[in-house]
T-cell receptor
């Protein structure tokens, strides 16, 4: 069965510093997509970043970047210059075969210390 | 921008009531999903639909049913609400292959309390 594992239930970082959230996954597919989503407290789940597995180049979106290690099945999210607004639950997800579903990790709660 | 709306942000119902949660998306997406989110358990898929009148069971379909009569609308139905169905319910949609494939766009969620 395909799985996504986020081993850090909670992380904290000082404002303006850099933090890395870990995610590992297990799939037998050769082509798939990986996602990081953010869910601020009492607010909507939004897409942070998306990576296509066949692309070797790591995706970046402003202060958010990923370290995608396909052989190791690792997909970590780096947040640079952390801001108070980055405080949220972060979920890692992987697409699975061809039925449009995503497999979700349990989430990491990110706390930003002012 | 994709917009996914859910009929209620907060809902309080009594045990045994029939509950309808509505979700509407405005981007002509093929696929729609209903999740349940509980602390420490992440997102669990209840049902999804890849076309009008089509539905597939997810991981936890028991106690729920769905309806998709129109492409833009996907309803989750609790036939007889129970206290263990108190939770946050998230609706999502995703486009067909070739356009941001598999990317899911979420509604704001409905926090349902069953008394």
């Amino acid at each position: 069965a395909q799985t996504v594992t986020q081993s850090q239930p909670e992380m904290s970082v000082q404002e303006a510093e850099t933090v890395t959230l870990s995610c590992t996954y297990d799939t037998s597919e050769s082509d798939y997509y990986l996602f990081w989503y953010k869910q601020p407290p009492s607010r909507q789940m939004i897409l942070v970043i998306r990576q296509e597995a066949y692309k070797q180049q790591n995706a970046t979106e402003n202060r958010f970047s990923v370290n995608f290690q396909k052989a190791a099945k690792s997909f970590s999210l780096k947040i640079s210059d952390s801001q108070l607004g980055d405080a949220a639950m972060y979920f890692c997800a992987s697409s699975m075969d061809s039925n449009y579903q995503l497999i979700w990790g349990a989430g990491t709660k990110l706390i930003i210390k002012p | 921008d994709v917009k996914v709306t859910q009929s209620s942000r907060y809902l309080v119902k009594r045990t045994g009531e029939k509950v309808f949660l509505e979700c509407v998306q405005d981007m002509d997406h093929e696929n729609m999903f209903w999740y349940r989110q509980d602390p420490g358990l992440g997102l669990r898929l209840i049902y999804f639909s890849y076309d009008v009148k089509m539905k597939e069971k997810g991981d936890i379909p028991e106690g729920y049913s769905v309806s998709r009569e129109k492409k833009e609308r996907f309803s989750l139905i609790l036939e007889s609400a129970s206290t263990n169905q108190t939770s946050m319910y998230l609706c999502a949609s995703s486009p067909p292959d070739g356009i941001n494939t598999d990317t899911q766009y979420f509604g704001p969620g409905t926090r349902l309390t069953v008394l």
